[in-house]
């Protein structure tokens, strides 16, 4: 997995902003994998928005998805998000005196 530049990065912070998007992307993180049924359950939102925030976060490459007959599972991309965590670091101020 490649460097994040400035531009994805700006995009996975506005998805990860999103309070729902933020609590889906947690809860998926937490599970090796979930389907679309046990994330409705949980995230008190349409199956429409939750599909919509799944999307979301597909298309910036943070989840990833197999479908097993009618189920679709998700899971994260850890290097994905750890690609983001390592473009953040990079931001970050230097200390004083430390260069």
């Given amino acids: 997995m490649g460097k994040i530049k400035d531009e994805e990065a700006a995009q ?11 609590a889906i992307y947690t809860h ?14 949980k995230h008190a939102i349409s199956a ?6 799944l999307k979301v976060l597909a ?15 998700y ?9 983001y965590l390592t473009y953040l670091a990079g931001i970050t101020p230097k200390a004083k005196g430390r260069d």
Avoid: W
Wanted: charged share 25%; glycine share 8%; aromatic share 6%.
């Fill in 48 to 53: 429409a928005t939750l599909s919509h925030h």
């Fill in 75 to 83: 899971r994260v991309v850890p290097e994905k998000f750890h690609a």
């Fill in 12 to 22: 996975i912070a506005r998805a990860l902003g999103e309070p729902n998007r933020l």
């Fill in 28 to 41: 998926i993180a937490q599970h090796d994998e979930l389907f679309c049924g046990e994330m409705h359950a």
């Fill in 59 to 73: 298309d910036l490459g943070l989840i990833t998805s197999r479908k097993d007959g009618l189920n679709v599972y």
